[in-house]
């Protein structure tokens, strides 16, 4: 099938023609994001395959549909950067990679922890100034420790195995407890009572209605002073504006982010040389006591494989109708 593939990132575009080997699409490779104006470009192209970013809002996808394209094939789990309701309307077809590697965004919310707690980054900071104190460094053990995992799904249940072989005490909060965490003995409980309890919190459920702001002023509140919050769900699960209130305090003690509630901006573009207007953020990394990554929680090896197998078969079995195509509408 004819694919032009935006906002194609050098990290995954090895991958693609790897795993293109297999299906033999012809896939044009653009770098430029997909916009209403780039939208244009997508004449004579039934499929379309987007990143986590581009925005398919309704204006988009009109033309899109205008210039006859029928498949969505995004490259991403998330969705809900698409106007599902215009795309049912206009009959274009909406395919996802709904699992690629819950171990790449598990493991990476465990090196947020390490480094934090051990404050790794800046220790290796300052033996790069030869600055060899250790004044200031000190962590704690994670064994014996209380952590919380809210979500328990496909990435929070490996979370939750990963912080039992530190030997850690897991509570977990979800509205589906998951059998396999409680058979490893993770103890489920009401978020109050997991907020109040934990050392340590990491978050793992999707951004829904329901989760906007799941952290806010009231839930910090009932944390305990000094708490490490690890979010690599999404960005708007947590209040920004009330966790830089709980910095200011120190009721946070530690926050680790891959995710930012308005990170379509920043992420995955290269800003050195820019002046960063968003002030929330700015504040956000002014403290010594939060690490940020840019959404790289995927980013591994087996995780980019996946996301171009999944997406390219997608694309096959939309075509062909042969094998399994992993539709969002
Ligand atoms: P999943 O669907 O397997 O699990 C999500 C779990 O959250 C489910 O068990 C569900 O019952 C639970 N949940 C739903 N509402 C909840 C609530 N109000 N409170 C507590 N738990 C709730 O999803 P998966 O694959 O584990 O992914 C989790 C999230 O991780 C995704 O929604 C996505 O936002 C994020 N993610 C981040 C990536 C990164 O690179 N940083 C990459 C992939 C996913």
Do not use: W
Request: some cysteine.
């Amino acid at each position: 099938m004819k694919v032009i593939m935006f906002h194609t990132q050098n990290f995954e575009r090895e991958y693609f023609i790897q795993a293109n080997q297999k299906y033999k699409h012809t896939i044009n490779f653009l770098d430029i994001p997909l916009t209403l104006l780039t939208a244009k470009l997508t004449k004579g192209y039934p499929c379309v395959c987007c990143f986590g970013n581009d925005p398919l809002d309704a204006s988009v996808l009109k033309e899109l549909a205008k210039q006859g394209v029928k498949l969505l094939a995004l490259r991403t789990v998330g969705f809900d950067h698409v106007d599902l309701n215009t795309a049912k309307k206009l009959k274009l077809t909406v395919a996802h990679v709904p699992n690629y590697s819950p171990y790449a965004v598990a493991e990476h919310a465990v090196g947020l922890i390490l480094s934090l707690n051990r404050k790794i980054y800046r220790a290796h900071i300052r033996v790069q100034e030869h600055n060899f104190s250790l004044n200031g460094l000190t962590g704690f053990d994670l064994y014996d420790t209380t952590v919380g995992v809210i979500g328990t799904g496909r990435i929070g249940s490996i979370f939750a195995r990963i912080m039992t072989g530190f030997g850690c005490h897991v509570l977990a909060y979800d509205p589906h407890p998951n059998p396999g965490c409680e058979a490893l003995g993770v103890k489920y409980t009401p978020l109050e009572d997991l907020l109040s309890q934990s050392k340590i919190i990491s978050l793992h459920c999707p951004l829904t209605e329901d989760t906007y702001h799941l952290i806010g002023p009231s839930e910090l509140e009932l944390m305990q002073p000094g708490v490490m919050l690890i979010n690599t769900g999404r960005g708007a699960l947590l209040d920004t504006r009330a966790i830089i209130q709980a910095l200011k305090t120190r009721k946070i003690g530690f926050l680790g982010l891959d995710v930012y509630e308005e990170e379509k901006s920043l992420f995955f573009e290269n800003h050195s040389l820019d002046i960063i207007q968003d002030d929330i953020f700015a504040r956000l990394l002014s403290f010594p006591n939060v690490l940020i990554t840019a959404h790289q929680g995927f980013l591994t090896e087996q995780a980019l494989a996946n996301i171009a197998q999944i997406t390219l078969a997608n694309i096959f079995a939309f075509e062909t109708g042969k094998g399994k195509i992993y539709l969002v509408n």
